[in-house]
């Protein structure tokens, strides 16, 4: 008996879309003990966090695009909320939320 197809048979995900206090960002610099810098769709520059209940489960390097939540009482800091892979990075811009040459240029 031949194995089915698992990609047909697999549910697509739905990608996390920036919401109300939320934006895009792309990692640009690793400091040690979770924290990390970030260049955000909007320019500016945040010191983002990794929180613990995703700390071991997304590792991070520079150039990933990611989603973040925004502090409301300091607004250059936030924390990372989702990581996108290249298959939801290009849904993204399928999708018209995010630009590729938006994407390009954060990272550089």
Known sequence: MPKKDRAQEAPSRDVPKPEEGQTICVVKKMLGGDHLVVLCMDGKERLARIPGKIRKKMWMREGDVVLVGIWDFQPNRCDILYKYGNDEIK???NEN????????QLRG
């Open 97 to 104: 939320i995010i630009s590729r040459e938006v994407i390009d």
């Open 91 to 93: 849904r993204l811009v």
